[in-house]
């Protein structure tokens, strides 16, 4: 039973994250630069770097409500797929300079920020 509610949590969380990711993209409209989908995926990766390590240590949280935040939620608002179909677009419109960088930007920015959650994230779990 543990497992059905596990997957409604992923699955509520991975609506949720979606939408928030739509939202994005209706607030930073792609002209040139991805702005949305940018802002979601080094949100996502700074999201999930700070939380692993807290979640981690929170024993009273269920595993459900875990993995609805971070599979979730947070992988819901995250995208590689639209990250890729981005990328392509921008190159195949000649941007070829733009769309390197928005490769390069996302892929070090993602480390970079799930690198910086995890040290905040990991900080906070020792006060």
């Keep these: 039973m543990k497992?059905?509610?596990t997957y409604v949590a992923v699955a509520l969380g991975g609506a949720l994250g979606g939408a928030f990711r739509f939202i994005l993209?209706?607030?930073?409209?792609?002209?040139n630069w991805p702005w949305g989908i940018f802002t979601a995926n080094l949100g996502g990766c700074f999201l999930l770097g700070f939380l692993t390590p807290i979640l981690q240590l929170k024993k009273s949280i269920p595993l459900a409500v875990k993995k609805g935040i971070t599979v979730?939620?947070?992988?819901?608002?995250?995208t590689m797929s639209t990250f890729a179909?981005?990328?392509?677009?921008?190159?195949?419109?000649?941007?070829?300079?733009?769309?390197?960088?928005?490769?390069?930007?996302?892929?070090?920015?993602?480390?970079?920020?799930?690198?910086?959650?995890?040290?905040?994230?990991?900080?906070?779990r020792t006060r």
Excluded: E, K
Aim: hydrophobic fraction near 55%.
């Design 85 to 124: 179909a981005d990328t392509i677009a921008m190159l195949q419109n000649g941007h070829l300079l733009g769309g390197s960088v928005y490769l390069l930007a996302t892929v070090t920015g993602g480390m970079g920020f799930v690198a910086l959650g995890f040290v905040l994230g990991a900080r906070g």
């Design 72 to 78: 979730g939620l947070i992988g819901g608002f995250t």
């Design 3 to 5: 497992l059905v509610y």
């Design 25 to 31: 993209t209706i607030i930073f409209p792609f002209h």
